[in-house]
C-alpha cells in the first residue's frame, strides 16, 4: 500500500489536532506496468525472432554466389575439370567476383590446351629425328657387332646424319626451352634498355657467317627500347636466319631500322597469302619449307619476344617479290630515362 498522511489546512485553523491518512493499493501502478513490460518483453522476442529469420535469409541469398563459387573451387580442386562455370545475376561485387572466377577458368583451360598441344607438337616433332638418329645409330652398332663393315662412303653419311640430327635435336630443345620460360613482365629486372641498332647490328655480322654467298645491305637509325636483351637478339637472329635460309644463291638481304622499325627483306619465293596469318604458330611449317632444317618455332619465338616489348611483328610480300618481315617496337632515338615503362 502507499499510505500519505496530512492535515489539511481547514482542521489547522479550528485548531484540532487532526490528521488524514489516505491509503492506495500498489497494484493500480504495478500491474499496468507489468503488463507493459510483458508486451514489451513479447514484441522484443517477436522483433528478434523475426530479424534472426530475416537476416538468415537474406545471409543465405546473399551469399548463395559465395557457396557455388566455394562448390566450384573444391570440383576443379578434386576433378581438375576447368570446364565449371557459376552463373552470375545482377552486378554487385558477388557478380563481378563470380565474372572474375569464369574468366580465371576459361583462362586456365585455353593454357591447359596449349600446353598439351605443345606437348602433342613437341613429341610429334621430336619422333621425326630420333627415329631417324636411332636407324642410323643401330645401323652403325650392328655394322660393329658383325664384323662387316659399312663403305666408307655409306659410314660417312652416316656419321654425317647422326651429327646433323643431334644438331636439329639441340635446336629443337633449346626452341621448346625458350618458349617454356615464363614472360618478363614490364617493369620487371630481367627488362633493360637496349639498343635496337646495336642488337641489329650483332645479328646482321652472325647472318653474314651463314649467307656467304648472299650480299647484305643495311641502313639503321638509333633506336632505344625496353627489352629482354638475349630474347631480343634472338628474335632478330631467327628472322635474318629465315632470309638467309630462303634466298637464292646471289641475291641480296636488305636490314633497315627507320623510326622504330626492324625491316628485313629477302629476295626468296616469298610466302603464299593463305599462309601467312599461319607463320608464327607453333611447329607451323609451310608445305615448301619442310624438307629444309628447323623447327617450326622460330617465329613463334620472335613473336614472343616483341609482343613481351609492347611490339608488333608481322611478314608481308615485299614489293619486288620475296618476303618483308617487319618487327615495330616502341622506343627513342635517344636513351630513355633509365627505367622501364609504367604498366599503370
Known amino acids: 500500500m502507499r499510505v500519505v498522511t496530512s492535515q489539511p489546512d481547514r482542521f489547522a485553523e479550528s485548531g484540532g489536532n487532526y490528521a488524514v491518512s489516505i491509503a492506495q493499493p500498489l497494484s493500480v501502478v504495478s500491474k499496468p ?31 548463395r554466389p559465395v557457396k557455388q563459387l566455394t562448390d566450384a573451387t573444391e570440383h576443379i580442386a578434386r576433378t581438375e575439370d576447368l570446364s565449371v562455370r557459376i552463373s552470375v545475376d545482377g552486378g554487385d561485387e558477388v557478380a563481378r567476383l563470380a565474372e572474375s572466377f569464369n574468366a580465371m577458368t576459361v583462362a586456365l583451360a585455353s593454357s591447359r590446351e596449349r600446353q598439351q598441344q605443345l606437348i602433342a607438337d613437341a613429341g610429334h616433332e621430336l619422333r621425326t629425328p630420333l627415329t631417324s638418329l636411332r636407324t642410323n645409330i643401330e645401323l652403325l652398332i650392328r655394322s660393329e657387332k658383325t664384323g662387316r663393315e659399312l663403305p666408307a ?3 660417312g653419311d652416316l656419321l654425317t ?30 627488362m633493360q634498355l637496349v639498343a635496337l641498332h646495336e642488337v641489329a647490328s650483332r645479328a646482321l655480322n652472325r647472318a ?39 634466298s637464292p644463291v646471289g641475291s641480296t638481304v636488305s636490314l633497315r631500322l627507320e623510326a622504330g622499325q626492324l625491316s628485313i627483306e629477302d629476295e626468296g619465293p616469298g610466302i603464299p597469302s593463305d599462309e601467312l596469318p599461319h607463320v608464327f604458330e607453333r611447329f607451323w611449317r609451310s608445305p615448301s619449307a619442310r624438307s629444309l632444317p628447323g623447327s617450326g618455332l622460330g617465329l613463334a619465338i620472335v613473336a614472343r619476344a616483341v609482343h613481351a616489348c609492347g611490339g608488333a611483328v608481322g611478314l608481308h610480300a615485299a614489293p619486288g ?11 627513342a632515338r635517344t636513351p630513355p630515362p633509365k627505367s622501364p615503362p609504367s604498366t599503370e
Open 33 to 63: 506496468l507489468d503488463g507493459l513490460a510483458w508486451l514489451l518483453l513479447g514484441v522484443t522476442g517477436v522483433g528478434v525472432v523475426g530479424a534472426a529469420t530475416a537476416g538468415v535469409g537474406i545471409a543465405r541469398a546473399g551469399l
Open 153 to 155: 662412303g655409306v659410314r
Open 161 to 190: 646424319s647422326v651429327e646433323a640430327q643431334i644438331g636439329e635435336l639441340t635446336g629443337l630443345i633449346g626452341d621448346l626451352q625458350e618458349l617454356s620460360r615464363p614472360d618478363a613482365a614490364p617493369g620487371s629486372a630481367s
Open 208 to 246: 653474314r657467317l651463314r649467307g656467304k654467298d648472299l650480299e647484305f645491305t643495311c641502313k639503321m637509325e638509333d633506336w632505344f627500347i625496353w627489352a629482354e636483351p638475349a630474347a631480343l637478339e634472338r628474335a632478330v637472329v631467327n628472322l635474318l636466319d629465315n632470309a638467309v635460309k630462303f
Open 321 to 331: 617479290g620475296g618476303t618483308l618481315a617487319t618487327m615495330t617496337i616502341p622506343g
